[in-house]
T-cell receptor
Framework: EAGVAQSPRYKIIEKRQSVAFWCNPI?????LYWYQQILGQGPKLLIQ????????DSQLPKDRFSAERLKGVDSTLKIQPAKLEDSAVYLC?????????????FGEGSRLTVL | QKEVEQDPGPLSVPEGAIVSLNCTYS??????FMWYRQYSRKGPELLMY????GNKEDGRFTAQVDKSSKYISLFIRDSQPSDSATYLC????????FGAGTRLTVKP
């Protein structure tokens, strides 16, 4: 079974530039998550999709971050304009059902460095 | 107070040692308790999963949940160098919350 795919693995940009990350979840998984993991911290949920609808985006900085999940499969997370504090690993995860049972499958992450 | 507290370590033990990792939490709504393992530059992977209170064993790993104390533990017996990773506790009662992770190094 193929896992969660993410790209790019690494990205270096200057502050105020924009960046986009792509995620392809495990086939058949209805729920998709984007997490931000700052060095030395646990993952923090940015947004959760159920199929192609947003379930939770309460911690998404909406003035600069946006995300979409077209056709309930792939997803894109965009940051525009980036700030220094956005340097982090952006993890995409998927699950068969919602997060209540905790069985999330993570991709390898996209590491962003903002200079 | 954070919802989930986890000592970040780092923790270094010799091969063969018993490792104890712990988390405390404040939200009584949490019903599902997980331990994820994260190798360097990789995404977290689910290691252990427990519903409500009690113990669960899987090979060298044992997860314990004490809901009355709001305390969960992961024990690793006969630790191996391949166990060197960051261990994240996570809890869910609808929404999922992660601890900060404990970095473990098992030295040969």
């Amino acid at each position: 079974e193929a896992g969660v795919a993410q790209s790019p693995r690494y990205k270096i940009i200057e502050k105020r530039q924009s960046v986009a990350f792509w995620c392809n979840p495990i086939s058949g998984h209805a729920t998709l998550y984007w997490y931000q993991q700052i060095l030395g911290q646990g993952p923090k949920l940015l947004i959760q999709f159920q199929n192609n609808g947003v379930v939770d985006d309460s911690q998404l900085p909406k003035d600069r971050f946006s995300a979409e999940r077209l056709k309930g499969v792939d997803s894109t997370l965009k940051i525009q304009p980036a700030k220094l504090e956005d340097s982090a690993v952006y993890l995409c995860a998927s699950s068969l059902v919602g997060p209540s049972t905790g069985e999330l499958f993570f991709g390898e992450g996209s590491r962003l460095t903002v200079l | 107070q954070k919802e989930v507290e986890q000592d970040p370590g780092p923790l270094s033990v010799p091969e063969g040692a018993i490792v104890s990792l712990n988390c405390t939490y404040s939200n009584s709504a949490f019903q599902y308790f997980m331990w994820y393992r994260q190798y360097s530059r990789k995404g977290p992977e689910l290691l252990m999963y427990t519903y409500s209170s009690g113990n669960k064993e899987d090979g060298r790993f044992t997860a314990q949940v004490d809901k009355s104390s709001k305390y969960i533990s992961l024990f690793i017996r006969d630790s191996q160098p391949s166990d060197s990773a960051t261990y994240l506790c996570a809890m869910s009662g609808g929404d999922m919350r992660f601890g900060a992770g404990t970095r473990l190094t098992v030295k040969p």
